[in-house]
């Protein structure tokens, strides 16, 4: 059985295995930039949270305080 080699089907062949290669390449850098603002995205999304948090606390301290004082100064 004889093997008949085209060069110029290998040389197509080869510059194709090449292309995939850099995009495959191109691929994994993006995708370590985006597993990257996931974590940050995340991050800020838990800071955030704390801080909604501190804020309900602080609202909810100041309405009790001035609903007090409405109290004191209603006289009922």
Do not use: Q
Request: charged share 25%; glycine share 10%.
């Amino acid at each position: 059985m004889a093997f008949d080699l085209d060069p110029v089907k290998y040389g197509v062949l080869w510059n194709t295995v090449e292309n995939n290669e850099k995009k495959l390449e191109e691929m994994n850098r993006k995708m370590d930039k985006m597993e990257a603002k996931l974590e940050t995205l995340c991050y800020l999304a838990e800071r955030g949270r704390g801080g909604f948090w501190m804020g309900m606390l602080v609202v909810s301290a100041v309405s009790t305080i001035v609903g007090w004082f409405i109290h004191l100064f209603n006289g009922k």
